[in-house]
């Protein structure tokens, strides 16, 4: 596609529940990087993908969270059991590869709601 | 590990103005990316400019430039001729050279440009 995707734009959910977001990167794009957004905070890392490599996982805060990506593109973030400091926009970022000098292209985030 | 701070969590301008944003980051690599992405109400983080940590030149894209200085680990972004949709937040971050490395991320500075 055009630009790196993410469904659903906005998710409420009840605690307790599990939760999927989707990221669908642009196409031909090997890296993929998933980063938690907190109100007022930073970005702050999750998990990177890089072709058929072993995901980089150091960024996952608990066992609740698990990512996959399937055939090198589509890739889902679920969140197990969801808590209220789980609420955060969950944006979705892809690039050529992991060396790119431009950064990386962004999706536009999931906003998710814990209540 | 690498750490990006910025110590404007908000700033504001006249349009037509010219403003600087400020970012620090701490790291023991030699070689590196710095780059300043905005951040609209949309989400979507955008890419405004990059900086190689080998080129001793300022970068520059049109109305906007960075003063990089390497041995104070500086990065200031200053944007000329405010523009109303210059309104955002804008977040510093930093790359190690390595292949698949991560994004790290300032806290971001909010800007507003006012009419």
């Known amino acids: 596609g055009a630009g790196v995707s993410q469904s659903p734009s906005n998710k409420v959910t009840e605690k307790g529940k599990d939760v999927e977001l989707r990221c669908d990167p642009i196409s031909g794009h090997t890296a993929l990087y998933w980063y938690r957004q907190s109100l007022g905070q930073g970005l702050e890392f999750l998990i990177y993908?890089?072709?058929?490599?072993?995901?980089?996982k150091s960024g996952l805060p608990s066992d609740r969270f698990s990512a996959e990506r399937t055939g090198g593109s589509v890739s889902t973030l679920t969140i197990q059991r969801t808590q209220q400091e789980d609420s955060a926009v969950y944006l979705c970022?892809?690039?050529?590869?992991?060396?790119?000098?431009?950064?990386?292209?962004f999706g536009s985030g999931t906003r998710l709601t814990v209540v | 590990a690498q750490t990006v701070t910025q110590s404007q969590p908000e700033m504001s301008v006249q349009e037509a103005e010219t403003v600087t944003l400020s970012c620090t980051y701490d790291?023991?690599?030699?070689?590196?990316?710095l780059f300043w992405y905005k951040q609209p109400p949309s989400r979507q983080m955008i890419l405004v400019i990059r900086?190689?940590?080998?080129?001793?030149q300022n970068a520059t894209e049109n109305r906007f430039s960075v003063n990089f200085q390497k041995a104070a680990k500086s990065f200031s972004l200053k944007i000329s001729d405010s523009q109303l949709g210059d309104t955002a937040m804008y977040f510093c971050a930093f790359r190690k050279e390595t292949s698949g490395s991560r994004l790290t991320f300032g806290e971001g500075t909010q800007l507003t440009v006012n009419p």
């Open positions: 900086q190689e940590a080998y080129k001793q």
């Open positions: 993908f890089q072709g058929n490599s072993a995901p980089d």
């Open positions: 970022a892809s690039s050529s590869d992991g060396t790119s000098l431009y950064g990386y292209t």
């Open positions: 790291t023991s690599e030699n070689n590196y990316y």
